[in-house]
Every structure is written in structure tokens, then in C-alpha cells.
């Protein structure tokens, strides 16, 4: 899976509309390969993310559970934590 797609169900604030949709386009562009679709193929690009977006949000939605909203700021440190012990320090 990208790296770059990061966990939107149960945070608190929840997720927002610009986070839902790059999480979109990033799945599309490993999909299609494309960072950046040509004029031919832009349309089609533009179309799946935006499908993609409308069905994710759709599954958050319908999504439940009994656990308790994370934090986002607890979990960007922890994922700070986990960089640093794998990378080490910049």
C-alpha cells in the first residue's frame, strides 16, 4: 500500500474533505501509475478520484466501532517516534 495514504476512520476532529481526497488521489495515482495524467487521460483521472473520494467517504460513514476517537496529534508523534528509530535522526 502507499505510504502516503494514511488511517481517516475514527479520529477526532474526523477527517476532512481535503484529507479524504488526497488520500483519493494518491490511491489513484498508484493505481493508474500517473503522478500527473496527460490532457488524454485527465479526465478519467479526475473522474476516479473523485469516485474513489465519494466512496470512501461513503465507508466512513458507515463504518462503527466501540473504541475511543484517536488523537492526531498522539499519532503523528508516535509515527515521529517510529521514523526516528528507523531512520535515525535527520
Known amino acids: ?28 495515482r498508484k493505481l493508474s501509475g500517473f503522478n500527473v495524467p496527460s490532457q488524454a487521460n485527465e479526465a478519467a483521472f479526475d473522474r476516479a478520484v473523485e469516485q474513489v473520494a465519494a466512496t470512501a467517504r461513503e465507508l466512513m460513514a458507515s463504518l462503527r466501532t466501540t473504541a475511543a476517537p484517536r488523537n ?5 508523534a508516535r509515527a515521529r517516534a517510529r521514523s526516528l528509530a528507523r531512520f535515525g535522526p535527520g
Not at 492526531?72 to 503523528?76: G, L, T, Y
Open 1 to 28: 500500500m502507499c505510504r502516503n495514504i494514511k488511517t481517516l476512520f475514527n479520529f477526532e476532529p474526523p477527517a476532512t474533505e481535503l484529507e479524504i481526497r488526497d488520500a483519493s488521489l494518491q490511491f489513484v
Open 72 to 76: 492526531r496529534e498522539v499519532e503523528a
